[in-house]
């Protein structure tokens, strides 16, 4: 791993293969750059790939309080800056499409296109904002493993959960490495973020709207919006949440597809 001081925040980050067609690959809640362990080999022989692990997570700075999709956002920006990076492709899993959404509603001139993959430009819900502060009273009462231990089995398809033991174990060891304050912090900005519907369709952008067949999670009727010329919809099939672990392949050709559509 490799790590930058981004205006006072340490980000640790992997930068795999080689160019300047660059790509950027956001995880999760609860997880890390190693979400997109299997994905990385796939992409790196066709793109630079710069994977953080993201504010509050990994090895990551994890400061205490309430973060923002705003302010983890700012970190994706101030690490492509530090990079010299002036342009590239932003893809974000769950929270971090949450996060590429804030950055490219702000910033659509540092990108040339970008997905959400299993995730979606809705704000919470009245039930959703509930559940995220019985999150944070959960991870604060009875701990990061008693949280992770309840959230990742819903994470992976029901068929999964034996057949890819190895990855559900996996997915819970490094949510029992977030730092909890980082934890609370993230699930605090996830609860405040806006509806960003609108940046699907006016950034001058194409977009990657990626679905798991099987998510619990987030739900294709979620992720998905009304046909535009700008956007392309992919239903990973036999996915759940997690498809980077899941189906690695099928989601790096989806990503491959949706660059030659976007002309990256
Ligand atoms: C994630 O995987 O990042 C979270 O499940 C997203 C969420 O809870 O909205």
Redesign the pocket.
Known sequence: MNKQVCEGTTIYYADEGKGDNVIVLL?????SSAYWDDVIPLLSPHYRCIVPDLRGHGQSDAPKGAYSMEEMADDVLNLLQALDIAKASLFG????G?IALSAVQRHPERFNAFGLI???AHE?TEE?KEK?LKAVSTIETEGITAFVDG?VPG?FAPQHLDSMADKVIKAKELGYATPPQGAVGA?LA?RSRPDRRDVLTAAPLPVLLAAGEHDQ??PAARTFTADKPNIRQSVIGGAG?MSMMEAPRELAEVIKGFLVFAAV
Request: neutral net charge.
């Open positions: 995880h999760g809640f609860c997880g899993h769950s929270m971090g949450y299993h995730s979606t919470d959703g995220r959230m994470l699930a996830m999670v987030v949440h």
